[in-house]
């Protein structure tokens, strides 16, 4: 065999898994091949002046490549069972929440040291929640921010440069079973291991799909998210966001009894675009540095949806939802509260002359166009649920950018081990459809590699 273990992507389940094999220096033979560039080359062209718009680069710098999809996120590590993926179904709760607190630490030791770890543990805030109607998930949070993220990134590469054979810009086409292990074809040729992890997150979800068609190995469609960004002054949420950073507050709608949830809280940050194969959605992210950091917060509210019978691409219906914000926004849309209630859309006037100022460039358009009527009110309720917790939420000038959407991977069919049907073929992270944050991304890479370490 060329390698006793190939990881396919080095988003953070490829690396702590690179990182947790080689750590020992034991002679393993590991290699890591990823369709993106190295984290140094990874540049979106967007840069607001000479390019405003996502261009669809072939290789999306911002989701793939070094770090993967959390390379410029806002590294937030949510230590958490209660949110992020469905790690502890597989593996155990106490068992999920060692491997995060492990993963903290390896972030800690490698330029993490002086960051913020946030509670919701003994927090007053949620009963002010429960009070109205709102529930908040239990979490610490680590909050990395994105440029200590990016350092982290940078020193866990110059660690494992000397111990793995990287790939870059090399995206697997297929896997083979063969005897003893599996064999990687790329377009540079075809690489022999024993072991094969499969990490390629939300990017690779359709190479996955593929991947699992060929070798026969069962998935289930999983749900997706549907919903905004909200932007809004910081001073609105301070007081919540100080003491937590980061809250996942729930709120179940009186129309339809939904769910409609807060999702990656981003303190004095900036919205940003996100391009899904070839779909441009938005996102957010915020520093550490405050230098860098902005006057805004910015969160997603989002509806879960899950499609089973007979239509049962949930991710279809999101795509389809996102197309339609692209078609008539040409990117991103935003809209002011004030003009959706008032069922009118935005223009460049009304948001010149509103009282704050958006941190992305997206067109000033109308979301009820978009959006279908039970999320759209769905988002609207909520708005005013949490105008009673930080009140001014409900503004006319708070901004809401369209449509967010997280894709959820197809839920690969893997054992307690995460190992799919074949022996030591391994499906981890965002692309297996059992994690969807970075800590469970992260964590999953450690559990492989332990359990592969067992058996080498
Ligand atoms: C803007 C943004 C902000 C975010 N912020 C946060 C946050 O603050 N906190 C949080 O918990 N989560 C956040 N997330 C989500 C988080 O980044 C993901 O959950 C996490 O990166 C998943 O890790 P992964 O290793 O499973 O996959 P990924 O990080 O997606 O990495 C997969 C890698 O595989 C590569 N790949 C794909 N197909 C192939 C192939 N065929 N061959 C070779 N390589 C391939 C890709 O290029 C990619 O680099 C954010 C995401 C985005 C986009």
């Known amino acids: 065999m060329d390698y006793d273990v190939i990881i396919i992507g080095a988003g953070p389940g490829g690396i702590y898994a690179a990182y947790e094999l080689t750590k020992e220096n034991n002679g393993l033979k590991v290699a890591v091949f990823e369709a993106g560039k190295r984290l140094e080359e990874r ?23 070094f770090g993967g999809a959390g390379a410029f996120s806002d590294g937030k590590y949510n ?26 630490e390896i972030n800690m030791s490698h330029g993490g040291e002086g960051t913020k770890l946030y509670s919701t543990a003994n927090s007053s805030f949620k009963k002010l929640c ?28 110059d660690e494992l440069k000397d111990k793995v054979d990287f790939c870059f810009r090399t995206p697997v086409e297929h896997i083979k079973v063969i005897d003893g292990g599996y064999s ?44 905004v960004r909200v932007e809004l002054p910081a001073e609105l949420f301070s007081h919540i966001t100080d003491e937590l950073y980061e809250s996942k507050i729930v709120y179940k709608t009186e129309k339809f009894e939904d769910r409609v949830r807060t999702f990656c809280m981003n303190p004095r940050g900036s919205v940003v675009n996100e391009n899904t194969n070839g779909i441009v959605t938005v996102n957010g ?19 879960s949806k899950h499609f089973s019978v007979p239509f049962k691409d949930s991710n279809g219906y ?24 008032r069922g009118r859309r935005t223009n460049y006037k009304r948001l010149a002359d ?22 759209l009110d ?77 058996q080498l």
């Open 184 to 227: 990687v074809i790329t377009a540079e040729g075809r690489f022999t291991c024993k072991k094969c992890i499969v990490s390629v997150g939300r990017s690779g979800s359709k190479w996955i799909e593929e991947v699992c068609h060929e070798l026969g190995i069962p998935t289930e469609s999983n749900r997706v998210d549907i919903g």
């Open 43 to 65: 540049i979106c062209p967007i840069d607001g002046v000479n390019v405003k718009s996502c261009i669809n680069c072939p290789s999306c710098s911002i989701m793939s490549g």
């Open 354 to 375: 509103s009282f704050v100022v958006p941190t992305l460039k997206a067109e000033p358009g109308d979301l009820s166009l978009v959006l279908p009527k039970r999320i």
């Open 130 to 157: 429960r009070q109205n109607n709102l529930i908040l998930l239990d979490a610490s949070v680590r909050h990395l921010g994105t440029d200590i993220n990016y350092v982290v990134l940078s020193n866990l590469y």
């Open 79 to 104: 230590i958490t069972n209660d949110f992020g993926g469905t790690l502890h179904e597989y593996i155990g709760k106490d068992e999920a929440i060692r491997l995060m607190k492990y993963v903290d």
């Open 318 to 341: 999101g795509e389809s939802i996102a197309r339609l914000s692209n078609m008539l926004g040409g990117g991103v849309i935003v809209q002011r509260f004030g003009d959706l209630i």
């Open 378 to 454: 769905g988002i609207i309720e909520m708005i005013y649920a949490l105008d009673k917790i930080a009140p001014g939420t409900a503004n006319d000038d708070t901004l809401l950018y369209g449509v967010e959407v997280k894709f959820y991977n197809m839920e690969v069919s893997v054992n307690e081990r995460l190992e799919t049907k074949y022996d030591g073929l391994y499906m981890i992270g965002d692309g297996s459809g059992v994690t969807h944050s970075l800590s469970h991304a992260s964590a999953s890479g450690v559990f492989v590699a332990r359990d592969i370490l067992r």
């Open 285 to 303: 992210h915020s520093y550490e540095d405050p230098e860098k950091q902005t006057n805004m917060t910015n969160f997603a509210l989002l509806v």
